[in-house]
């Protein structure tokens, strides 16, 4: 069987039958693996976009109880195959890493086994790819963090099971960092699932055309993170307007009603960066321009904005009516998602609409031409990129096709592609610095400016303190940037003393967030209280509006504390851009868990409700309705004072520390070093 091995331009080989298998190294302390079954290898690189060096790593070969073992090394990493094709991944201290699951190939005598089950597995679709399954050994010990945003709480996701599919409010990144000093992605959009099992983890593909994924070894979390950005793209430089207050509701109906909110904070003297208008002040989904009843006159908008300090973001959906203006030249030239069974029909919101296809190039053209002549050429310089999932009536992934694939192969880049769309043309108009707020990720989508947000989430503390594991699991994923809406999107009262409490413990680790945006559906007793319409009103300008949820409608006691954190937000800005700083030269995540920057503690590993904002600021949020302490664990090796007290305190121990309503603890790492 040595006939197996082959090598190729610094590629090691594997062929058996009708696989072929390929590993090579990709950046640095890295390996990319491939396997297929057709005649040639399949040819994209989905997340793994960057340029790597050439010429890293070496290939040897072991004789083990009389069989060839080929062995490919890159720096702190190595990976073995036996000529059944097994394949095992060491750290360069020879412990193992990853280890494909093999029970089968009775002509080997170390894997005979009577259950038959390989470490990969294709199962031929009629007619054309494969139903894909790859199985690794599981260390029932070892701890995962990232896999992007799922409405659970776990942080560690270890032994749960993860579709791989996006939904509002779910966002599959297929990226994680492992306890035992590896990360791994998963570079494949198809639609699938992976279970993170105690006696197996078993990663699936719908339909594909082959095995694709990159592990990486290193010593701290902080170089896998890195190694990772390396190879699927960082974060621009987050423009200085990020790094402030987004105020935002439901929606702004009209001209007058935004720049009224945006005069009563320049009045009140109150921070504010950005503003936004949110859906429906067009007139019909796919015209991507102002409704001209409503916004009579958007450039001047847009400059008495400018005038005041202030950008304004506007929503974006990627719906078209089948009755907009948009819709014939779209379908005619190929640029909608089609429906392989049915009529052409992908949402029903406000009108029958199907979605733009984000993975035509020449859709995306058209999609930003329209959005460049009546938005960005206005003076709009951040858009908010809606239904980015994209959002279907029915998740019935089967029945959609994109100009790349089906959904079944390809339906997870839709949100990369998506973000793609406006970072594409923004850069092109100019611009360096781009941010767009976008409602789903996959691997890969922070390169194109996106900062993501958890979808239409509850207004409970139930679902802040989900929201919390998110953002820490996102930054793991290898998404820095990301937000969520404070206060929960559906509901709240602002009469409400427990929706109020709520508000300030969400505001005030708002401040702490990424970007510090404030949205929601507040409750408005001038309107029905209820979901919005789900049948068209005469006119777009009567959806309604929603509560107030401006800083000061929520009582004098209430607003107060509000404007502390406001004025706080202000404060940090230098430990904020720094944070944006590394970011964007390193992949690092602005919300870090606590053992991302003390991997050498055993017990900060185990913290899933505190972590530390930047590098400096420890942060602990209040998640309880009625708490008034908290607590929580200092980690070894540095020293901490209270952002309130001053009172310092040597890491390596929990504490309790007191939380009334104006304060969230947050606690300052070796404060002699810094300035607040």
């Known amino acids: 069987m040595d006939c197996v091995f082959s090598e190729q331009n610094g590629c090691l080989l ?69 000529e059944g094709g097994k394949v095992t991944f060491l750290n360069e201290k020879g412990h193992v890493l990853l280890e494909e699951y093999v029970r089968y190939r009775k002509d080997v005598r170390e894997f005979c086994s009577a259950l038959n089950l390989c470490g990969r597995e294709f199962r031929p679709i009629m007619g054309g790819d494969y139903g894909l399954t790859v199985r690794f050994e599981s260390d029932p010990h070892e701890k995962i963090f990232g896999m992007g945003q799922y409405q659970q709480p776990f942080f560690n996701v270890k032994g749960c099971t993860l579709e791989l599919a996006h939904r509002n409010s779910q966002a599959s990144v297929p990226f994680y960092v492992s306890s035992l000093g590896y990360g791994f992605l998963w570079n494949n959009p198809a639609i699938g699932r992976v279970t993170f099992g105690l006696n197996m983890t078993e990663w699936t593909a719908t339909a594909t055309r082959g095995v694709d994924y990159w592990i990486t070894a290193g010593d701290t979390p902080a170089m896998v993170e890195e190694q990772y950005a390396n190879v699927t793209g960082k974060v621009p430089m987050m423009p200085e307007y990020g790094l402030g207050f987004w105020q935002c509701k439901l929606r702004y109906r009209t001209q007058e009603e935004v720049l009224s909110v945006a005069r009563e904070y320049k009045r009140r003297g109150l921070p504010i960066d950005v503003i936004v208008i949110d859906f429906f002040h067009w007139r019909k989904q796919g015209d991507w321009g102002f409704d001209e009843r409503f916004f009579p006159n958007p450039k001047a908008m847009v400059d008495e904005l400018h005038s005041m300090g202030i950008e304004l973001m506007v929503s974006i959906w990627p719906t078209v009516d089948v009755t907009c203006d948009n819709f014939a030249e779209m379908l005619q030239k190929g640029y909608l998602v089609r429906c392989d069974h049915g009529l052409r029909h992908t949402m029903d919101f406000m009108g029958d609409t199907v979605f733009y296809d984000a993975t035509h190039p020449g859709s995306r053209d058209f999609v930003w031409h329209q959005a460049k002549k009546n938005y960005y050429d206005l003076g709009i310089r951040i858009f908010w990129l809606d239904e980015a999932e994209p959002e279907y009536s029915v998740y019935d992934y089967p029945n959609y096709r994109y100009h790349l694939g089906t959904d079944l192969q390809v339906g997870n880049l839709y949100p990369v592609m998506y973000a793609k769309t406006f970072y594409d043309g923004m850069e092109q108009a100019g611009q360096k610095q781009i941010v767009n707020l976008v409602r789903c990720a996959w691997a890969g989508s922070q390169k194109y400016g996106a900062l993501v947000w958890s979808g239409d989430i509850d207004s409970s503390f139930r679902a802040m303190q989900t929201q919390l594991r998110i953002g820490l699991s996102m930054g793991m994923a290898g998404i820095p940037w990301w937000t969520m809406d404070c206060g929960g999107f559906h509901g709240g009262d602002p009469e409400s003393e427990e929706f109020r409490e709520l508000l300030i413990r969400w505001f005030q680790w708002s401040c702490f967030c990424p970007v510090m945006r404030l949205h929601g559906d507040r409750l408005n007793p001038e309107e029905s209280q209820g979901a919005l319409p789900i049948k068209r009103p005469p006119e777009n300008g009567l959806l309604p509006s929603g509560g107030p949820n401006e800083v000061w409608s929520y009582g004098e006691a209430c607003g107060e504390i509000l404007e502390r954190y406001l004025h706080l937000r202000e404060k940090l800005r230098p430990i904020t851009r720094e944070a944006m700083r590394q970011a964007h030269e390193k992949g690092t995540p602005v919300m870090r868990p606590l053992f991302y920057e003390f991997p050498d503690d055993p017990q900060a590993w185990e913290v899933d409700d505190t972590y530390l904002f930047g590098s400096r600021l420890l942060v602990a949020p209040i998640l309880e309705l009625g708490a008034r302490t908290r607590k929580l664990y200092l980690p070894k090796g540095a020293l901490w004072q209270s952002l309130y007290t001053g009172e310092r305190i040597e890491g390596g121990q929990w504490i309790e520390t007191q939380a009334p309503l104006d304060e969230i603890p947050v606690f300052l790492r070796d404060p002699e070093k810094l300035h607040l």
């Open 14 to 82: 594997w062929q058996y039958d009708s696989e072929t298998l390929q590993i090579e190294p990709w950046g640095e302390n890295s390996l990319r693996l491939r396997a297929w079954c057709q005649a040639k290898r399949p040819q994209e690189d989905w997340a793994l976009t960057e340029p790597v060096p050439s010429g890293l790593g070496h290939i040897r070969y072991e004789e083990r109880r009389g069989h060839t073992v080929a062995v490919i090394e890159n720096g702190k990493i190595t990976a073995k195959v036996t």
